[in-house]
């Protein structure tokens, strides 16, 4: 499964007006990017991560599960 899942990730923080991700930040969603396309982790799963960055949750709370699988697809 291949997924552009840094780009959703960017399309999500310019959309929504967010602070964007340190360059930490961004290692790691690289990281989680490699490791959804390998399948060592599911898409939802690294949904989760990246809303625990920066605290996005709270932010994005009006996204349903499916829209952001949408997103990151």
Known sequence: MSTHFV???KKLIVN???Q??????????????REVNDGRITLEDAIEKFLN???Y???LK??????LLKIFK
């Open 20 to 33: 964007d991700l340190s360059g930490d930040g961004w290692g790691r969603m690289r990281q989680l990017e």
């Open 53 to 55: 960055e920066r605290d």
């Open 62 to 67: 009006k996204y349903k599960t499916k829209d």
């Open 16 to 18: 929504e007006k967010l």
């Open 57 to 59: 949750r709270h932010n």
């Open 7 to 9: 780009a959703g990730a």
